[in-house]
């Protein structure tokens, strides 16, 4: 899970969808696994698989990074707002799910409100 640089509700209509399209892109190019997730107005929350050779500090790296650039790079409004080039705040929160199900999980990241239309993060 991680926020935006500023509380600001950014992340709704195409930016939104722009975002879950990244990060889905950028999980399968680095062959992680997104088994669930939600994209809120201003934070993200993914259940993710790593591949062992994956670190998750570099994981998180790849999808926060990727999708930050190109985001900023694609919708003027968010240029304006975060006009030092970081999209996102410093940090991340990340658990690992040996003590609770996946599906538990999933649950949690599917009770996130505001639900958003394409919620599904899975590729088909």
Known sequence: ??????PYAVLGGD???RCRELLRETAMAHEMIIHA??????????LVSIPPSLSVSRAVQH???RSSHKL????????RRYWGQHLWA??????TSGNVTDE???????????????????VT
């Open 37 to 46: 997730g939600s994209i809120n107005r201003d934070h993200v929350h993914v």
């Open 90 to 95: 410093r940090g991340y929160w990340v658990a």
């Open 15 to 17: 930016a939104g969808n």
């Open 63 to 65: 999808l926060k990074g």
């Open 72 to 79: 900023l790079g694609e919708f003027a409004i968010l240029r």
């Open 104 to 122: 538990m999980w999933m649950e949690y990241i599917k009770n996130q409100t505001p639900p958003e239309p394409d919620d599904n993060f899975n």
């Open 1 to 6: 899970m991680w926020v935006t640089n500023y």
